[in-house]
């Protein structure tokens, strides 16, 4: 199979890109990427030279360039994951979320619907859904009510996908993943965050109350959700994809200290994120009976093999946390 993956570069591509090199012997890949700051050639350096895989640096909104690869070489299948995915940057600035996230997506459907491609996947998030209160989930069929910049523009490309099904009969599959974490994922999202900042001996911000409740489920698990979405999904349907494991964040910040054996005063009550969503919990029934999907790896231990990970790739975040552009995004997120 040619499969075309966007967004490979980052945290969930990347993930992904391995499984598949790994486990699919049969494709062939190209991962379009730009190498936004999230993008990093490191998440993928110790796997290339690979004879299947060619990375393209290029922006998924570039209509010109994006046509040409597609007319050029002919993707059978699409799984579209690059975008601006930080709600926090989305508040200081939506600009690039609408270009990357909408028209991007609107240029990745008409390039492969003009080259015929036989399946292509949107990956959405639960954040299409907004917020729940105490009670109740979040199923395929829930309105979509977005409430933050990011989600606004993640529930654009995912009606997008929609349209392209509803009007040429696109074969757009749709899946909405609830929070992931795990290896490579970028040292601004909450779970590294609280690792690092552990690691380090750093205060810890926490939003508010800490009592936000967040559906967690390994990256891994989410990567082993999308294959059977691309090569069985049903044309037009949408997925959720969640292991069913809330946690409020004070606990997930709790747990990770006890893990590490840090200090649980490390951790700082921050002013809230602006209309921060309460609570995300997703019902991942349809994908289970109509994809198999089925989580493996249990909440601890995933957070133990993930802290495990960022404490045996200290130069992969050290790099990271060291940029002049990551520390400037710090100090005005957190002061
Ligand atoms: N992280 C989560 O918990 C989560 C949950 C559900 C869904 N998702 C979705 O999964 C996808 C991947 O999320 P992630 O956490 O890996 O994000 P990420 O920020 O780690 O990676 C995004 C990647 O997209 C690339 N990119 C950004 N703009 C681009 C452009 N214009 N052209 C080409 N490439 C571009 C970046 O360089 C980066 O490699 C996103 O679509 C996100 O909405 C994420």
Request: contains cysteine; aromatic residues 10%.
């Given at each position: 199979m040619r499969l075309l993956v966007t967004g490979g570069l980052g945290f969930i591509g990347s993930n992904l890109v391995r499984w598949i090199l790994q486990q699919h012997p049969d494709v062939e890949l190209v991962n379009v990427d730009a190498e936004t700051y999230a993008g990093n050639p490191a998440n993928l350096a110790d796997l290339l030279p690979h004879p299947r895989y060619r990375g393209v640096r290029a922006?998924?909104?570039?209509?010109?360039?994006?046509?040409?690869?597609?007319?050029?070489?002919?993707?059978?299948?699409?799984?579209?994951?690059?975008?601006?995915?930080?709600?926090?940057?989305?508040?200081?600035?939506?600009?690039?979320?609408?270009?990357?996230?909408?028209?991007?997506?609107?240029?990745?459907?008409?390039?492969?619907?003009?080259?015929?491609?036989?399946?292509?996947?949107?990956?959405?998030?639960?954040?299409?859904?907004?917020?729940?209160?105490?009670?109740?989930?979040?199923?395929?069929?829930?309105?979509?009510?977005?409430?933050?910049?990011?989600?606004?523009?993640k529930a654009a490309g995912d009606l997008?996908?929609?349209?392209?099904?509803?009007?040429?009969?696109?074969?757009?599959?749709?899946?909405?993943?609830?929070?992931?974490?795990?290896?490579?994922?970028?040292?601004?999202?909450?779970?590294?965050?609280?690792?690092?900042?552990?690691?380090?001996?750093?205060?810890?911000?926490?939003?508010?109350?800490?009592?936000?409740?967040?559906?967690?489920?390994?990256?891994?698990?989410?990567?082993?959700?999308?294959?059977?979405?691309?090569?069985?999904g049903t044309p037009g349907r949408v997925y959720n994809l969640s292991a069913r494991n809330e946690q409020p964040n004070r606990a997930v910040a709790e747990t990770i200290l006890a893990l590490l054996g840090a200090d649980p005063a490390l951790l700082r009550t921050v002013r809230d994120r602006p209309g921060h969503d309460r609570r995300y919990a997703l019902d991942p029934s349809r994908a289970e009976q109509e994809l198999g999907f089925a989580p493996r790896i249990p909440w601890r231990e995933g957070l133990r093999q993930t802290i495990a990970w960022y404490h045996q790739h200290t130069a992969w975040w050290r790099a990271i946390r060291e940029r002049e552009d990551y520390q400037n995004y710090y100090q005005q997120q957190y002061g």
């Amino acid at each position: 199979m040619r499969l075309l993956v966007t967004g490979g570069l980052g945290f969930i591509g990347s993930n992904l890109v391995r499984w598949i090199l790994q486990q699919h012997p049969d494709v062939e890949l190209v991962n379009v990427d730009a190498e936004t700051y999230a993008g990093n050639p490191a998440n993928l350096a110790d796997l290339l030279p690979h004879p299947r895989y060619r990375g393209v640096r290029a922006d998924v909104a570039d209509r010109a360039t994006m046509r040409a690869l597609f007319h050029d070489w002919h993707p059978e299948a699409v799984v579209h994951l690059a975008a601006e995915s930080h709600v926090d940057r989305s508040l200081q600035d939506a600009t690039p979320f609408l270009r990357t996230n909408v028209e991007g997506t609107q240029v990745l459907l008409d390039a492969a619907r003009e080259t015929g491609v036989g399946r292509f996947v949107y990956v959405s998030t639960d954040e299409v859904y907004g917020s729940l209160g105490p009670t109740g989930v979040f199923t395929e069929t829930s309105p979509l009510a977005p409430r933050s910049p990011y989600a606004v523009s993640k529930a654009a490309g995912d009606l997008l996908a929609q349209a392209a099904y509803h009007t040429w009969r696109q074969p757009v599959i749709i899946t909405r993943c609830s929070n992931n974490y795990g290896p490579y994922q970028y040292p601004e999202k909450f779970i590294p965050l609280v690792i690092l900042n552990a690691l380090e001996g750093q205060p810890i911000p926490l939003y508010g109350d800490g009592q936000q409740v967040r559906d967690w489920i390994h990256v891994e698990d989410h990567v082993r959700g999308l294959w059977p979405a691309l090569t069985r999904g049903t044309p037009g349907r949408v997925y959720n994809l969640s292991a069913r494991n809330e946690q409020p964040n004070r606990a997930v910040a709790e747990t990770i200290l006890a893990l590490l054996g840090a200090d649980p005063a490390l951790l700082r009550t921050v002013r809230d994120r602006p209309g921060h969503d309460r609570r995300y919990a997703l019902d991942p029934s349809r994908a289970e009976q109509e994809l198999g999907f089925a989580p493996r790896i249990p909440w601890r231990e995933g957070l133990r093999q993930t802290i495990a990970w960022y404490h045996q790739h200290t130069a992969w975040w050290r790099a990271i946390r060291e940029r002049e552009d990551y520390q400037n995004y710090y100090q005005q997120q957190y002061g």
